[in-house]
């Protein structure tokens, strides 16, 4: 893992919104005392999302005294989980994933077309609309390429839908996440190939059989012993009740 710093320019100070610090209360209610620390992730990542996707040093210390931890510790957590931030990032976040199925699939040209259409890695565009970095593997390795979105995954790329999709985000057209070559999910590409019999699943046929069929009995239904399980056991009558005699 490459070395992970905190940004050269920070603002001067951090609070949670008080939406943000009712929220993160509750999380730290979750944990017994003494282990309030267990919070520190979730507060982590609220404090990122509230500034736009990024932890500035201020949060970290704020969190950290939130928690009564030790601000190094809190360090220790930011820059060791790349899904911290530590510098700003674009409104549109792209990750794309490097990772050796996508690499196979062809990530290299989906990281070069990052680079034509929005400039070198981990740098934000002049207009602060869009950043984008390499990342390990995303797992949708099925579906490679793969990139994700901010929170949405873009599958089956090529450089010409990426580039496409780009586009469209900077031209404001809504985008669709998902696959991008007309796959159904993590179906196999050009549809289905197996069990493509349409007898299999004739509606007339089946009731057909199913009217035939010895069915076997459900479990609420008697079963002769030791029989198949469509053989029923034979009713057995039950003697009448002396008079004056109570049923138990």
């Given at each position: 893992m490459s070395v992970r710093r905190l940004a050269a320019e920070q603002p001067e100070g951090f609070a949670f919104t008080p939406e943000n610090l009712e929220w993160a209360k509750a999380q730290i209610k979750k944990y017994p005392e003494g282990r309030e620390a267990s919070a520190v992730l979730a507060l982590l990542w609220r404090a990122q999302e509230q500034m736009d996707g990024w932890l500035p040093e201020p949060a970290l210390r704020y969190v950290a005294d939130m928690l009564g931890l030790a601000y190094i510790r809190v360090y220790e957590i930011a820059t060791f989980y790349t899904m911290f931030n530590l510098a700003p990032i674009g409104r549109y976040?792209?990750?794309?994933?490097?990772?050796?199925?996508?690499?196979?699939?062809?990530?290299?040209?989906?990281?070069?077309?990052c680079r034509k259409v929005i400039g070198e890695k981990d740098r934000v565009t002049p207009d602060g609309l869009f950043s984008w970095t390499e990342v390990e593997c995303l797992g949708a390795c099925v579906n490679?390429?793969?990139?994700?979105?901010?929170?949405?995954?873009?599958?089956?790329?090529?450089?010409?839908?990426l580039e496409r999709i780009l586009g469209n985000v900077k031209a404001g057209r809504p985008i669709t996440p998902g696959p991008q070559n007309g796959r159904q999910a993590s179906a196999p590409e050009g549809g289905p190939i197996t069990l493509l019999d349409a007898a299999l699943y004739g509606k007339e046929e089946r009731e057909e059989e199913l009217v035939g069929a010895n069915m076997a009995l459900t479990d609420n239904q008697a079963k002769r012993p030791g029989k198949a399980a469509n053989v029923r056991e034979a009713a057995v009558p039950k003697p009448p009740l002396s008079k004056g005699r109570k049923p138990r």
């Open positions: 976040y792209v990750q794309v994933c490097g990772t050796t199925p996508c690499w196979l699939r062809g990530a290299e040209a989906i990281k070069n077309t490679a390429p793969v990139a994700q979105i901010n929170k949405y995954y873009y599958e089956d790329l090529t450089p010409e839908s």
